[in-house]
């Protein structure tokens, strides 16, 4: 099997189904479904906020397994309201710009959790 590198799990839930949160195998790396959660739990209404929020925890994750925000090669944002895509789309630039990565943002019709408005998932490829 090739050699992976996983962040550590962040919660029972990713345990009991069994999916890791970010996961390294090579030069690439990839960040399954993030949403933006605070620290202490809270959950913001603005869906660019909540986007802001995930876009952060992904270069987090991004970092931790030895790549950068400019590593990015593509990114895939989940809102519930199209209404909310040209904040959850400024978010994705104040956080991504530089690197200009692809992206697709898509409506759907609903999230694990209704107070979420967006999801978003990402994949780098670290070079040398």
């Known amino acids: 099997m090739t050699d992976r590198q996983r962040i550590p799990s962040l ?3 990713e345990e009991e189904i069994g999916f890791t949160r970010a996961l ?3 030069e690439r ?3 399954s479904g ?3 959660v605070a620290a202490d739990g809270t959950i913001p209404e ?3 906020a909540q986007a802001d929020l995930a876009f952060a925890e992904i270069i987090r994750h991004i970092e931790t397994l ?3 925000a400019l590593d990015v090669v593509r990114v895939r944002m989940f809102v519930t309201d199209i209404a909310d895509a040209d904040a959850v789309s400024a978010a994705f630039t104040r956080a991504l710009k530089p690197t200009r990565p692809t992206g697709t943002l898509v409506a759907v019709a609903a999230l694990y959790d209704p107070k979420w408005k967006v999801e978003i998932e990402a994949e780098a490829i670290v070079t040398l």
């Open 66 to 68: 030895g790549g950068t």
């Open 24 to 26: 390294r195998v090579g």
């Open 29 to 31: 790396i990839i960040v």
């Open 46 to 48: 603005e869906a660019g």
């Open 34 to 36: 993030t949403v933006g």
């Open 11 to 13: 919660s029972s839930f």
